[in-house]
Every structure is written in structure tokens, then in C-alpha cells.
């Protein structure tokens, strides 16, 4: 069983920057995949970005240039560097992780979701 804990939402101001990460921990052997999703009032719940394992990346369109994925294996982290935040980002944030166990089966876990407000 595994357990996603985020943190870093919050309100910031058009223009600003915030910080989100996710610890995951439980029997891990390894996180494939991990990824930001994100879900504003009366939208679908979309992907924002994307690191696997060896470090690649993918962005929504929406985000390039502005929000940076990144990990730390060590801690089993994942981290949504966000620059530049408009008001469209504004959406609830959720940590995603395609997550090997020690039984060598991969899951898919979720995170409970991190509140992110952009104001104008």
C-alpha cells in the first residue's frame, strides 16, 4: 500500500511562483511514472506533466515553458516548480505515480489533491 502526501498549494498572485511536491512511501520498489494532474471547477481532470524514471519529461501545452517537473528517487518525491501562474491555472493539483512494489506488480495511486488559487 502505498500513501501520496502533497503539499506546497496555496494562493499567490498572477504572475508568481509556487512550489508543490509529493512524498510517496509505502513497500516501493520503484515509480515508473510520476505526474501532475489538475482539475478546475467544471473541467476535466487533465495532465499537466510528466517524469518517468530515467528523467524524461512532458508538459500540457497549456504549461510549457513555465512549470518544471522534477524528482528526487532517493525520497520518492516528485516536484511542480510553477513560475509564471495565471489565473487559469488556478485548479485543484493531484500527485499521480505509476508505483512498483516490492511485489514487483505495478499500481496506480493518487494523491488527495492540493488547492491552487491564482488571483488577478
Known amino acids: 500500500q502505498v500513501q501520496l502526501v502533497e503539499s506546497g498549494g496555496g494562493l499567490v498572485q498572477a504572475g508568481g511562483s509556487l512550489r508543490l511536491s509529493c512524498a510517496a512511501s509505502?513497500?516501493?520498489?520503484?515509480?515508473?511514472?510520476m505526474d501532475w494532474y489538475r482539475q478546475a471547477p467544471g473541467k476535466q481532470r487533465d495532465l499537466v506533466a510528466r517524469i518517468t524514471l530515467g528523467g524524461s519529461t512532458n508538459y500540457a501545452d497549456s504549461v510549457k515553458g513555465r512549470f518544471t517537473i522534477s524528482r528526487d528517487n532517493a525520497k520518492n518525491t516528485v516536484y511542480l516548480q510553477m513560475n509564471s501562474l495565471k489565473p487559469e491555472d488556478t485548479a485543484v493539483y493531484y500527485c499521480?505515480?505509476?508505483?512498483?512494489?516490492?511485489?514487483?506488480?505495478?499500481?496506480?495511486?493518487w494523491g488527495q489533491g492540493t488547492q491552487v488559487t491564482v488571483s488577478s
Open positions: 499521480h505515480g505509476n508505483v512498483v512494489l516490492t511485489d514487483r506488480f505495478e499500481y496506480s495511486y
Open positions: 509505502g513497500n516501493i520498489f520503484s515509480i515508473r511514472t
